[in-house]
């Protein structure tokens, strides 16, 4: 795991670091969710680098299992992802739905998402 601590303005967060190690099930959701409880951040930032494609295949079940991990330990997350990804079926309808809420959200660039995680 390769990741930095961030302190915003109002909130801590972590960033995952793309370094090849996927986030790619459950398991290590719950290894970043502890990451995030070590060092008492509210959020996690993560890049699509750190997803694997079944992530962006909504019939796979991977990104709900990984979002659902997250929100039942009140963390918000970030994505920063390529509008190539975030535009693939029904993976595009599902960033407009959860870009409406405070949960998680996908950013194009990693600026515009540390912003709303330091809000």
């Known amino acids: 795991m390769n990741y930095k601590v961030v302190q915003g303005p109002n909130q801590k967060w972590v960033e995952c670091i793309p370094s090849g190690n996927l986030i790619a099930s459950e398991a290590d959701a719950l290894d970043w969710v502890a990451v995030c409880g070590e060092y008492g ?65 996908v950013f194009t660039d990693g600026a515009r998402a540390e912003a709303w995680l330091g809000e």
């Open 41 to 105: 951040a509210g959020a996690l930032l993560i890049h699509a680098e750190s997803l694997p494609d079944a992530f962006f295949d909504l019939s796979s079940g991977l990104a709900g299992a990984i979002l659902l991990k997250f929100a039942n330990y009140r963390l918000r997350l970030a994505a920063v992802i390529s509008p190539e990804k975030t535009n693939r079926g029904k993976f595009r309808e599902m960033v407009l739905e959860t870009n409406r809420g405070n949960d998680f959200r």
